[in-house]
């Protein structure tokens, strides 16, 4: 860890592992079992992998697909504009999506994500995220499914980024003395 940066554990694995059994029967209960998970590269890859093997425990046997959204670069503030750098390849008219975030703050990348896909002739969306920073909220989005809401501090681990460092972290952090 660099000079002045701390590490402070929010939630570590068993208490993530608990909340993720419990968001995937949520998800079941209210969307069924046939439903594709569209995970945003890169934090949403270790929630995600958790989440659709929970999904399966709740009887659910879901597609999953990515979409790779620009991200934050090296620093802990948003550019406030979002691109797309890598579509869903298949075609998914007609069917049910999750849409799975690592974490919502402004709310701008999950609602560009779904405004996206909503043009495909989708059946239904439902958005999902890990984490909820709703005091940052810039645009009018509320995730159906939440994980944990956290204050405005910068979290990491568990795929979450700082500077690409931190992704294999177990739990979720926050970062003390972030820049
Ligand atoms: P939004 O578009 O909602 O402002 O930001 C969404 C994305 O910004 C998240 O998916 C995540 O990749 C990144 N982000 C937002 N807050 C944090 C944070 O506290 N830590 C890290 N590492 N990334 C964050
Ligand atoms: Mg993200």
Redesign the pocket.
Known sequence: MPPGEDARVLFDAPTIARRVEGLADEIVAAMGERLVAVG?LK?AFVFLADLIRALDRAGARPGVEFLRLS??GLG?V?AGQ?HLIGDVPTDIAGRRILLV??????????AYAATLLRQRDITDLKTCTLLD?PS?REVDLVPDFVGFEVPD????GYG???AERYRHLPGIVAVEGAK
């Open positions: 945003l934090g991200s934050y802990t948003s979002v975030d690592d974490i919502v703050d402004t709310g701008r990348s999950i920073k940052r501090v910068f979290v990491a979450i980024d700082y």
